[in-house]
């Protein structure tokens, strides 16, 4: 059977989620990890420059929450992806890429043509290794969102890290 999207000599593998120290930007609390292959690591250089790029970006305000994932996609490409909550359960996510030479870290909005009905055709959300640290998130939210929502609460909630095969 042809599967549409997914080429023949595709093989799907593992991925790592990895926990790094969370980032706190402009009063928000986001828990940060890399996505990476086995052995092949986010460089550190590009770590710290997607942690600068947030931090001075206006994407988050004062006692939002969230998460961020740096997933390196090959050799040279990145995705950067921050999820804050919003509206009690939603999550309201930007992207980001860096691929190559880049010296920074720049928008990803593809666009997309409409259909000559005027409906919008689907567009990429996450990939299934990225699904994966968010449905830990989503879990982990809904468990803080079901307490009182104090100090000891939001320290359970930023202790809760996925770091696992996906």
């Known amino acids: 059977m ?11 593998y593992a991925k790592q989620a990895v926990p790094m120290a969370p980032l706190e930007a402009g009063g928000a609390v986001l828990k940060f990890y ?14 710290e420059q997607a942690r600068d790029w947030l931090e001075a970006r ?7 929450c969230g998460f961020v994932i ?8 990145h995705f950067l992806l921050p999820a804050i909550w919003r509206g009690a359960n939603e999550a309201w996510e ?11 870290f ?12 005027g409906e919008a055709p689907p567009r990429p959300t996450f990939c ?21 929502r104090g100090a000891d609460a939001l320290a359970t909630w930023r202790g809760d890290l996925l770091a696992a095969a996906v």
């Open 128 to 148: 299934v290794w990225e699904l994966a640290i968010v449905a830990h998130e989503a879990l982990s939210w809904s468990r803080f969102l079901a307490t009182e």
């Open 58 to 64: 206006r994407l988050f305000e004062a006692g939002d």
């Open 94 to 104: 930007a992207v980001a890429y860096h691929h190559g030479d880049m010296t920074d």
């Open 70 to 77: 740096l997933h390196r996609c090959g050799a040279d490409f």
């Open 34 to 47: 890399h996505l990476e292959k086995p052995g092949e690591p986010v460089p550190p250089a590009l770590a």
């Open 106 to 117: 720049a928008r990803f909005d593809p666009a997309y043509p409409s259909p000559g009905d």
């Open 2 to 12: 042809r599967l549409n999207g997914v080429p023949d000599d595709y093989r799907h």
